[in-house]
């Protein structure tokens, strides 16, 4: 995966980082704009109080659909590259940037619990 700690911090760590540094409000309203897909994505590796605390900003029905959807996603093998395309995507929105493309896509399949 690209995001090694060679290259940074990990990048779960950067989207609470930059939500710390920005008012409320503004986080809300920028992570309102990111499909349930993304946010869910770059939730995966957080800590359950992490994500209660990023999904509380997004309000019920959003945070009901990002939690079903995490939900979803934690038993799906994700690509690496999938992943860092929706963590670049919420980052690049948190930073205040333009978060029109390019949207994820992964296949759900079966996990590999044998």
């Not at 609470?16 to 309102?32: C, G, K, S, T, Y």
């Not at 994505?41 to 800590?47: G, Q």
């Amino acid at each position: 995966m690209a995001f090694s700690r060679a290259y940074g911090p990990a990048p779960h760590r950067t989207i609470i980082d930059l939500l710390a540094e920005i008012p409320a409000v503004d986080a809300q309203n920028r992570l309102m704009r990111i499909g349930d897909k993304e946010i869910a994505m770059s939730l995966l590796f957080m800590a359950d109080g992490e994500q209660d605390r990023i999904v509380n900003l997004l309000g019920r029905g959003k945070g009901t659909r990002v939690r079903d959807e995490l939900t979803r996603q934690r038993h799906s093998r994700i690509a690496d590259t999938t992943y860092e395309t929706a963590v670049r995507t919420v980052i690049r929105a948190l930073q205040g940037g333009r978060t029109e493309a390019p949207r994820t896509y992964y296949r759900p399949t079966r996990s590999r619990t044998r």
